[in-house]
């Protein structure tokens, strides 16, 4: 058995302190830490319990954009009244994810940092998972890859960003708030997720110690919105594939649009080019086989996951589809 300290910081400079450890890490929710730590997969010197550092609330800020803090738990950011309003494609997503009991305690910096479900990662009974055990190598190459990604991967890992949340973050361009020893900075979701090349253990642009004190959207301008999960089964299920779609129409002419792939790759995927074909067209259903042709370019699959490649061409197909039919509000 292995010992744990646990401290609770009482505001964000006491937790970055108390952070500074090497070996300690944030904990709110637990929701996929305790989880990994009991699986002996994670092992943590010490828990810095931010829970009541006062970075759980929704507000708004000057100039419209609005703010999420790293604690606020998902099911109060999906049902805040601001969030539905103006960014109901957030809402679809985070209600789409895990089980309203999950929702009530998962945060949003542990979605952001939410590590892959890759079985081979999570089960220590696997002797390769490069992610695990850097250099082991990947058992899901050869191994079970049903869920895996079929964009952006390495030969090193090809698992998948499990978040539905991070797909809609994507989407909608949001910034990451950090905080840290030296200061404040702003990691645009771009940038936060990284791709596994060889190093596939380093899944985020997060510096050790760092801490993620919120999420800003920026003030809404789209008018349309859909996000589409498909899943093995109807609830409590990782997705296959999902789409994220945010479109700014002017009767049935598409001004501009954001679309963000889950379930595909390491990390949200975006294709701006993708999104600039919709500028200024009429949606067509062949317009959204060539849009998905776009986001889909370079993609490739292993024998158990080549299903992905025809279900996410559909699957964009469908979302945009969904997003024109649906009522005002993105
Ligand atoms: Fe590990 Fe990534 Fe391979 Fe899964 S896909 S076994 S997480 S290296």
Redesign the pocket.
Known sequence: MQSVYYERARDIAHALQLGSQPGARFIAGGTNLLDLMKGDVEHPVKLVDVTHAGMDQVYEQPGGALRIGATARNSDAANHPLVRERYPLLTQALLSGASPQLRNMATTAGNLLQR?R????TDTA?D?????MPG??????D?W?RM??ILG?SD????VNPSDMNVALAALEAVVVVAAAGGERRIPMADFHRL?GKT?QVETALQPGELITGVELPPPRFNRCHYLKLRDRASYAFALVSVAVLLQMDGGTIRAARIALGGVAHKPWRVPEAEALLAGVQLTDEVGRQVAANLLAGASAYPDNQFKLELAQRAVVRALRNAAESREGA
């Open positions: 892959t890759c079985p081979y990662f696997f390769r998972c490069n992610k695990r082991s190598g990947c058992g899901a190459r191994g890859h895996h990604a991967a090193a890992c090809i698992a596994p596939p």
